[in-house]
């Protein structure tokens, strides 16, 4: 039992709901956890603008349980069952879950076989239509306890994905420096605690490998098990964490571009170091890392990168006078390690 326990007293009906929910992108990262998707750090993520999965679940009431998903107007089966198997693992928390049947479309603002996540984006839309239906079966109003049950009840489906339901700066998982934070769902970083220069970004997606990736990231989360440096690894990111919030209430672009980069490396160096080893960086993400460098040495410019577990690089530059020059190397430099001149243009703003 804990706060987000469903209630016993519902009244169930048929019922359309539609939300959208984005796409985020961790600046700390999270890999490795335990038992009930609980991390084995903290991680923060800055909530993504443009790259949103679009829900829309139809609840037909008192039917025998199913889940039939359509994405992108296509029936896919296999997601179906991974959705019935996630809906079957909540019950605890929304007792009438399993008592209907589902039909889930879903679309996503971003090319599917772009490479980028969708599942951060795809069971924060999920939880977000499941808790408005929650709050009209049980009549329960409170918007703030329902926002932090969606970010619970999205993280028991795809970890980062309880980052997606906040705007801005948003942290997963408890740590001394940030106020009420929790293993069990995420927080609004203080947006009194961000310097300005940090609340306007851009990330451009160069697509440098679209399609499926050779380890899924629960199998690389998997790994840290016997990686025998997780232990360092875990206490290195609740280190940075100290070191962040002092960059980001000071507007240290440089500090903040050292400890962007350092995570994201570190991330495919864990992978590296597992047992059996696996690389998801390919050619064009170590040609773009290097000439990203080159670049920054000669102009002084604030370009820099992060990774996901994939082999697309997001690259991070401020919103400001430089932008110009910025996005004119990306086009002439970049752009031409992608597979197919993929790039998806997407900013924070809070
Ligand atoms: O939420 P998952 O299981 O897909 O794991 C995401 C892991 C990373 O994207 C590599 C890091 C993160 O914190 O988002």
């Not at 903290?42 to 139809?58: A, F, G, H, V």
């Not at 019950?91 to 039909?103: D, F, M, N, S």
């Not at 961000?194 to 490998?209: C, E, K, Q, Y």
């Not at 910025?326 to 998806?344: D, R, S």
């Amino acid at each position: 039992m804990n706060e987000f326990s469903g209630d016993q007293n519902f009244k169930i009906s048929n019922q359309k709901v539609t939300e959208s929910c984005p796409s985020n992108i961790a600046l700390i990262k999270y890999w490795g956890k335990y038992e009930k998707q609980i991390p084995a750090n903290p991680s923060i993520s800055y909530t993504l603008n443009l790259c949103k999965t679009n829900t829309e679940m139809e609840f037909v009431a008192d039917e025998t349980f199913s889940v039939q998903t359509f994405l992108a107007g296509k029936e896919e089966v296999k997601f179906a069952e991974k959705i019935a198997k996630y809906f079957r693992s909540i019950e605890e928390y929304l007792p009438w879950i399993l008592k209907g049947k589902y039909i889930i479309k879903t679309e996503n603002t971003f090319p599917h076989s772009s490479g980028i996540a969708s599942s951060a984006s795809g069971f924060g839309a999920i939880a977000k239509c499941l808790m408005t239906l929650d709050q009209s079966f049980s009549g329960q109003t409170d918007e703030c306890f329902t926002l932090k049950k969606a970010s619970f009840i999205a993280r028991l489906g795809s970890g980062s994905a309880c980052r997606s339901l906040y705007d801005g700066l948003v942290v997963w998982g408890e740590t001394k420096e940030v106020y009420e934070s929790s293993d069990l769902f995420a927080v609004q970083y203080p947006n009194d605690e961000v310097h300005d220069v940090f609340r306007s970004f851009n990330d451009w997606v160069l697509l440098i490998h679209e399609g499926e990736k050779a380890v899924s990231s629960t199998v690389g989360h998997g790994l840290m098990n016997t990686n025998p440096y997780a232990e360092r690894r875990f206490q290195e990111a609740h280190e940075n964490f100290a070191t962040l919030k002092k960059i980001l209430k000071q507007g240290d672009m440089n500090a903040f571009i050292q400890l962007v980069e350092h995570e994201a490396l570190t991330l495919h160096a864990m992978m590296m170091m597992s047992e059996p080893a696996f690389i998801l960086m390919q050619a064009g993400t170590l040609a773009v890392i290097n000439k990203i460098w080159e670049f920054r040495k000669e102009t002084n410019l604030p370009l820099f990168f992060t990774l996901d577990a994939g082999a697309n690089v997001h690259l991070l530059f401020p919103s400001n006078k430089d932008e110009d020059k910025i996005t004119e190397f990306i086009i002439k430099e970049l752009v031409q390690h992608t597979q197919n001149n993929g790039v998806v243009k997407d900013m924070m703003r809070f």
